[in-house]
């Protein structure tokens, strides 16, 4: 198994453009994560989903929206990118027992916005 | 809302020195509670993970972690620290009343000087 993939590693936008941050697990879970990662404030919550066509917000969901059509894909959109949004962002999945294991994520991407 | 902080925000080290991180969670029902690490350019793995039973829990690499329910508290240790431990250490809470959501500390970074 691959298990979490992410795409791209790194990416440099300009303000005011958009892109979309791909997620894929073949673990077959139906929880997925959205996270950024701030130096010194951890990691934060983007949005979930806790299967296919069901997604919620997060602890800072703005400037951001997901989609969950299948199983395996949680692509991440911004839509208008802002100096705000530039972090290290990390995709992560989990199956039924995660509340008592653990979450897998992916490599992360690591997004400058100038 | 509930909230994880840690102690330290860094720490540094002589090889051989102990260790002890501390985590405290601010929720008063049943936690599932989570230490991850992760090392420089890699993504979060689990380091160990407490859901019940006895709440001295040992992880990989020789870390191990108490669970204090009085004092909310989950503190990560290790009696001899490596050169090879330096990482960013993230303690995790899983309420209850919001098992979609896994709630993370902002980490402590620590480094091991040879």
């Known amino acids: 198994n691959a298990g979490v993939t992410q795409t791209p590693k790194f990416r440099i936008l300009k303000i005011g453009q958009s892109m979309t941050l791909q997620c894929t697990q073949d673990m077959n879970h139906n929880y997925m994560y959205w996270y950024r990662q701030d130096p010194g404030m951890g990691l934060k919550l983007i949005y979930y989903?806790?299967?296919?066509?069901?997604?919620d917000k997060g602890e800072v969901p703005n400037g951001y929206n997901v989609s969950r059509s299948t199983t395996e894909d949680f692509p991440l959109r911004l839509e208008l990118a802002a100096p705000s949004q530039t972090s290290v962002y990390f995709c992560?999945?989990?199956?039924?027992?995660?509340?008592?294991?653990?979450?897998?994520f992916g490599p992360g991407t690591r997004l400058t916005v100038l | 809302a509930q909230s994880v902080s840690q102690h330290n925000h860094h720490v540094i080290l002589s090889e051989a020195a102990s260790l002890e991180l501390g985590c405290n969670y601010s929720y008063g029902g049943t936690v599932n509670l989570f230490w991850y690490v992760q090392y420089p350019g890699q993504h979060l793995q689990l380091l160990l993970k407490?859901?019940?039973?006895?709440?001295l829990v040992k992880g990989i690499k020789g870390f191990e972690a108490e669970f204090i329910k009085s004092k909310f508290s989950f503190n990560l240790r290790k009696p001899s620290v490596q050169w090879s431990d330096t990482a960013e250490y993230f303690c995790?809470?899983?309420?209850?009343?919001?098992?979609?959501?896994?709630?993370f500390g902002p980490g402590t970074s620590l480094s091991v000087i040879p």
């Open positions: 992560a999945s989990g199956g039924q027992g995660y509340r008592y294991n653990e979450q897998f």
């Open positions: 407490y859901f019940s039973g006895d709440p």
């Open positions: 995790a809470v899983i309420a209850k009343t919001s098992y979609d959501k896994v709630i």
């Open positions: 989903s806790v299967g296919a066509g069901i997604t």
